[in-house]
């Protein structure tokens, strides 16, 4: 390990000082048209009408595709596995009928240029009528509240459950209850650049629908893409261009990815996709909105006896991609590196009039880690004791791993294979 701590040059690094990177918005082909988004502008409606008329008859649109204009099959799949009914509350690539978020697509300008397809969106008229919104999880799950998507029974999307131990055991006979409730805001990435895309379709030849961008799921993308379009993997291929920042946002499939090859292949002509910054924060995935209420029992030496916890999702209009990975992975890992003979949670992602979230940097973990750290803290002061001697008795040692935390998200186990953490912490204390 003599590469840790030590300077290294940076691969790549000297072509994108100098200016010689490839970004989307540097991308060019020759014949290629630009794409604007038109987006809702209310976060709950009935879409009452759309006339396009006005912006086709704006010289240099090429066209304006609703949803009218696209296959059925143009949704956002999940990419994980996800409870029975999770498909109710699938995204389509333009609204159907109704909007759900303020930013939602409900129609695609192409035109000559972006100016020309900026000035037809507002030419696009599309009557709304107005629907009551849940904002709010608490509203959401209200009685009587309005649901997002009528086919469904709840705005609750599931309930999973995660049972380690007897935790109501745990809790009935300790010497310390700790209840508390947090709430981590809403956020989003952000990143320097916005998304983009540039779609080429094949020539009069044939040949491959080739789409350069800079989502990082590739293989992932292409596999959801290709039944789309009605071609096989094969026949589509996906480059990953240079990236102005990812954090998570671009590991996404998004309406766009859907709908700038589908102008593509209709009008036989390269179509690039530019997003505004404005476009970025309303419509990219927001991320991390969640309630943690949790319950953690200790004796009286500070080792925990049991944790109980319900988590409130909010993950917005549409289980979109891995809108449920975040909050499955908080509710698995919120034990943490300690030893939690007893655990039980139950987590609930609700669907909202917002926009949908997804993965950021690390999803699921600060989430979690501030709940845990925090009840930590105040056990410690509770207890009498130090807040690093509360931890170091709780740490999982060496000689347990690999150590089975009982929690499983996705199909997949928590265990943690190898690792010295009380040596780490140790090693932390030394450096603060």
Same mark, same amino acid.
């Given at each position: 390990?003599?590469?840790?701590?030590?300077?290294?040059?940076?691969?790549?690094?000297?072509?994108?000082?100098?200016?010689?990177?490839?970004?989307?918005?540097?991308?060019?082909?020759?014949?290629?048209?630009?794409?604007?988004?038109?987006?809702?502008?209310?976060?709950?409606?009935?879409?009452?009408?759309?006339?396009?008329?006005?912006?086709?008859?704006?010289?240099?649109?090429?066209?304006?595709?609703?949803? /009218?204009?696209?296959? #059925?099959?143009?949704?956002? =799949?999940?990419?994980? *596995?996800? $409870?029975? +009914?999770? @498909?109710?509350? &699938?995204?389509?690539?333009?609204?159907?009928?109704?909007?759900?978020?303020?930013?939602?697509?409900?129609?695609?300008?192409?035109?000559?240029?972006?100016?020309?397809?900026?000035?037809?969106?507002?030419?696009?008229?599309?009557?709304?009528?107005?629907?009551?919104?849940?904002?709010?999880?608490?509203?959401?799950?209200?009685?009587?509240?309005?649901?997002?998507?009528?086919?469904?029974?709840?705005?609750?999307?599931?309930?999973?459950?995660?049972?380690?131990?007897?935790?109501?055991?745990?809790?009935?006979?300790?010497?310390?209850?700790?209840?508390?409730?947090?709430?981590?805001?809403?956020?989003? /990435?952000?990143?320097? #650049?916005?998304?983009?895309? =540039?779609?080429?379709? *094949?020539? $009069?030849? +044939?040949? @491959?629908?080739? &789409?350069?961008?800079?989502?990082?799921?590739?293989?992932?993308?292409?596999?959801?893409?290709?039944?789309?379009?009605?071609?096989?993997?094969?026949?589509?291929?996906?480059?990953?261009?240079?990236?102005?920042?990812?954090?998570?946002?671009?590991?996404?499939?998004?309406?766009?990815?859907?709908?700038?090859?589908?102008?593509?292949?209709?009008?036989?002509?390269?179509?690039?996709?530019?997003?505004?910054?404005?476009?970025?924060?309303?419509?990219?995935?927001?991320?991390?909105?969640?309630?943690?209420?949790?319950?953690?029992?200790?004796?009286?030496?500070?080792?925990?006896?049991?944790?109980?916890?319900?988590?409130?999702?909010?993950?917005?209009?549409? =289980?979109?991609?891995?809108?449920?990975?975040?909050?499955?992975?908080?509710?698995?890992?919120?034990?943490?590196?300690?030893?939690?003979?007893?655990?039980?949670?139950?987590?609930?992602?609700?669907?909202?009039?917002?926009?949908?979230?997804?993965?950021?940097?690390?999803?699921?973990?600060?989430?979690?880690?501030?709940?845990?750290?925090?009840?930590?803290?105040?056990?410690?002061?509770?207890?009498?004791?130090?807040?690093?001697?509360?931890?170091?008795?709780?740490?999982?040692?060496?000689?347990?791993?690999?150590?089975?935390?009982?929690?499983?998200?996705?199909?997949?186990?928590?265990?943690?294979?190898?690792?010295?953490?009380?040596?780490?912490?140790?090693?932390?204390?030394?450096?603060?």
């Amino acid at each position: 390990m003599t590469s840790v701590g030590t300077a290294h040059p940076r691969l790549g690094g000297e072509r994108l000082v100098r200016g010689a990177g490839q970004f989307v918005a540097d991308i060019s082909r020759p014949g290629m048209l630009e794409a604007a988004v038109l987006r809702s502008s209310h976060p709950h409606a009935r879409i009452a009408a759309v006339d396009v008329e006005r912006a086709l008859a704006l010289p240099g649109v090429r066209a304006v595709l609703t949803a /009218a204009d696209i296959t #059925e099959a143009a949704v956002i =799949v999940n990419r994980v *596995p996800a $409870p029975a +009914g999770a @498909e109710r509350y &699938l995204q389509p690539a333009l609204a159907r009928d109704v909007v759900r978020y303020v930013g939602e697509p409900v129609a695609l300008v192409v035109a000559d240029d972006r100016y020309v397809a900026e000035d037809a969106l507002d030419l696009v008229d599309v009557s709304y009528d107005p629907l009551p919104a849940c904002v709010s999880v608490a509203e959401a799950l209200q009685p009587g509240a309005p649901r997002l998507f009528p086919r469904a029974d709840s705005n609750n999307v599931a309930v999973i459950q995660m049972r380690v131990g007897d935790a109501d055991a745990a809790l009935a006979d300790a010497a310390l209850v700790l209840r508390e409730r947090f709430r981590y805001p809403r956020q989003t /990435a952000a990143a320097l #650049e916005t998304r983009g895309l =540039v779609a080429v379709p *094949p020539g $009069p030849q +044939g040949g @491959e629908l080739h &789409l350069l961008g800079s989502t990082k799921c590739i293989h992932i993308n292409r596999g959801i893409l290709a039944p789309i379009f009605g071609i096989p993997p094969g026949a589509l291929r996906l480059t990953e261009v240079d990236v102005g920042g990812g954090f998570g946002v671009r590991g996404e499939l998004y309406p766009e990815d859907i709908l700038i090859p589908l102008a593509a292949l209709r009008l036989g002509r390269p179509v690039r996709w530019l997003e505004s910054r404005r476009e970025n924060l309303m419509a990219a995935n927001h991320a991390r909105e969640v309630e943690y209420a949790v319950e953690m029992a200790f004796e009286r030496d500070g080792r925990i006896r049991g944790m109980r916890a319900v988590i409130h999702a909010d993950i917005g209009a549409y =289980v979109r991609t891995a809108a449920l990975v975040p909050a499955e992975f908080g509710a698995a890992l919120l034990p943490g590196p300690y030893r939690v003979p007893a655990y039980a949670c139950d987590l609930w992602s609700v669907v909202t009039n917002k926009t949908p979230v997804g993965t950021l940097r690390s999803p699921g973990r600060p989430e979690c880690n501030l709940a845990r750290e925090r009840l930590m803290d105040l056990a410690s002061a509770r207890l009498a004791l130090d807040p690093a001697e509360i931890r170091r008795r709780n740490l999982i040692r060496p000689d347990e791993m690999p150590y089975d935390c009982g929690t499983t998200s996705f199909g997949v186990t928590t265990v943690y294979d190898s690792g010295d953490f009380p040596a780490l912490f140790d090693e932390l204390l030394r450096r603060l």
